[in-house]
Antibody
């Protein structure tokens, strides 16, 4: 069974940093692309970042480019999102998600999310 | 960046109705489009990928079509469980973008 468990969320002041982690299990992690998707309270979905199986291709939403860095450690079956210079508008539930086989940009599994609140 | 616009934002319908949700891309994305369903308080679920391919386990009353810039999600006979929110997503190029969502309400 595929499991994606996010951690690292919490309350942080504007301008500070936070690092999210995602522990993956139930599939061969290094075979699949992964993505972070966020959802602000009461709002729609926003794709944040995606990374290929080998970290050779990484993309970011314009809203986070230059502030967020996505990475993965295939030896540890783990995904990360380093978030710097956080803003109030980064407040959201952050989902760790898995790319689909043969369609790596399509998301077929989602974690339960970790809540990030940016406030003074 | 490619903008995705869904319409309508809210759709009122009855159990058994056939409904269509539209998603328009600001430039051609071929058939690189997915549809997701999200129930309140839950993570989204993949319904359709590559514009018209049904994900395994998804009921056949869900169907996707379209190419280029205009796409539709059709639910042929609404069931009570279907009255939730739907999102399209383009994956033609980074940054991948979602539509703003369509909430399906019971009339």
């Amino acid at each position: 069974e595929v499991q994606l468990v996010e951690s690292g969320g919490g309350l942080v002041q504007p301008g500070r940093s936070l690092r999210l982690s995602c522990a993956a299990s139930g599939f061969t992690f290094d075979d699949y692309a992964m993505h972070w998707v966020r959802q602000a309270p009461g709002k729609g979905l926003e794709w944040v970042s995606g990374i290929s199986w080998d970290s050779g291709s990484i993309g970011y939403a314009d809203s986070v480019k230059g502030r967020f860095t996505m990475s993965r450690d295939n030896a540890k079956n783990s995904l990360y999102l380093q978030m710097n210079t956080l803003r109030a508008e980064d407040t959201a539930l952050y989902y760790c998600t898995k790319g689909r086989e043969m369609e790596p940009a399509v998301i077929d599994y989602w974690g339960q999310g970790t809540l990030v609140t940016v406030s003074s | 960046d490619i903008q995705m616009t869904q319409s309508p934002s809210t759709l009122s319908a009855s159990v058994g109705d056939r409904v269509t949700i539209t998603c328009r891309a600001s430039q051609s994305i071929s058939t690189w489009l997915a549809w997701y369903q999200q129930k309140p308080g839950k993570a989204p679920k993949l319904l359709i990928y590559k514009a018209s391919s049904l994900e395994s386990g998804v009921p056949s009353r869900f169907a996707g079509s379209g190419s280029g810039t205009e796409f539709t999600l059709t639910i042929s006979s609404l069931q009570p469980d279907d009255f939730v929110t739907y999102y399209c997503q383009q994956y033609n190029s980074y940054p991948y973008t979602f539509g703003q969502g369509t909430k399906l309400e019971i009339k």
